[in-house]
């Protein structure tokens, strides 16, 4: 690719972006504690065997004196499940699919009565040039859960991709020529 061309690539536009990174990042904030029946519906949901999570007899005879929330809820108690602070900034003409998270969990247990709150941070970003479309952005977004208490019961770093539309579909129509290539020469590609 001559340098002509390649100065005609599409770039991403991160105007709206650098000005954010390390910033908090605003967000709603459930307004009423977990209940039983919130953790009752979030096991039924994840499917979750241990009856400690569902079992209100069985858990009283355990350390913990009653129904404890898998670690997995305080993703059903976080508005925007805490993928939120990944994905900051207007890139115009881009698409975003989740990156996945990472999670780190403490001594503070989900019972019926806590509520979480969400302290969230843009942490960084980097532009990686990818096969599948051109420059593609990979954000980091932090998420503290605190309960009433003010005690934490989870981090997660959450990891967005974002890319532009078009580099996608440009590179997608020459993987698309080069399949057709190799099937009509006779080799697999």
Same mark, same amino acid.
């Given at each position: 690719?001559?340098?002509?061309?390649?100065?005609?690539? @599409?770039?991403?536009?991160?105007?709206? =972006?650098?000005?954010?990174?390390?910033?908090?990042? #605003?967000? $709603?904030?459930? &307004?009423? @504690?977990?209940?039983?029946?919130?953790? *009752?519906?979030?096991?039924? !949901? /994840?499917?979750?065997?241990?009856?400690?999570?569902?079992? +209100? +007899?069985?858990?009283?005879?355990? *350390?913990?004196? #009653?129904?404890?929330?898998?670690?997995? /809820?305080?993703?059903?108690?976080?508005?925007?499940?805490?993928?939120?602070?990944?994905?900051?900034?207007?890139?115009?003409?881009?698409?975003?699919?989740? %990156? $996945? +998270?990472?999670?780190?969990?403490?001594?503070?247990?989900?019972?019926? #009565?806590?509520?979480?709150?969400? +302290? &969230? &941070?843009?942490?960084?970003?980097?532009? =990686?040039?990818?096969?599948? !479309?051109? @420059?593609? /952005?990979?954000? &980091? %977004?932090?998420?503290?859960?605190?309960?009433?208490?003010?005690?934490? =019961?989870?981090?997660?770093?959450?990891? !967005?991709?974002?890319?532009?539309?078009?580099?996608? *579909?440009?590179?997608?129509?020459?993987?698309?020529?080069?399949?057709? *290539?190799?099937?009509?020469?006779?080799?697999?590609?």
């Amino acid at each position: 690719m001559s340098e002509r061309s390649a100065s005609r690539e @599409p770039q991403l536009d991160l105007s709206d =972006v650098d000005h954010r990174v390390g910033k908090p990042v #605003g967000g $709603g904030q459930l &307004r009423e @504690p977990c209940n039983v029946t919130d953790i *009752r519906r979030w096991v039924m !949901a /994840m499917d979750y065997p241990n009856p400690i999570h569902w079992d +209100e +007899e069985f858990a009283c005879n355990t *350390r913990f004196g #009653g129904l404890v929330a898998p670690q997995s /809820m305080c993703v059903s108690l976080d508005y925007g499940h805490g993928a939120q602070p990944a994905c900051v900034g207007y890139i115009p003409g881009s698409h975003l699919i989740f %990156g $996945g +998270e990472e999670w780190w969990f403490y001594a503070s247990h989900i019972k019926p #009565g806590d509520q979480l709150f969400q +302290e &969230r &941070r843009f942490h960084d970003y980097k532009v =990686v040039e990818t096969k599948f !479309a051109g @420059p593609t /952005m990979f954000s &980091r %977004g932090d998420t503290i859960h605190t309960n009433q208490h003010g005690m934490v =019961v989870a981090k997660e770093r959450a990891t !967005a991709i974002r890319y532009l539309a078009i580099s996608w *579909r440009r590179s997608a129509a020459g993987r698309s020529r080069s399949s057709s *290539r190799s099937r009509s020469n006779g080799t697999t590609g």
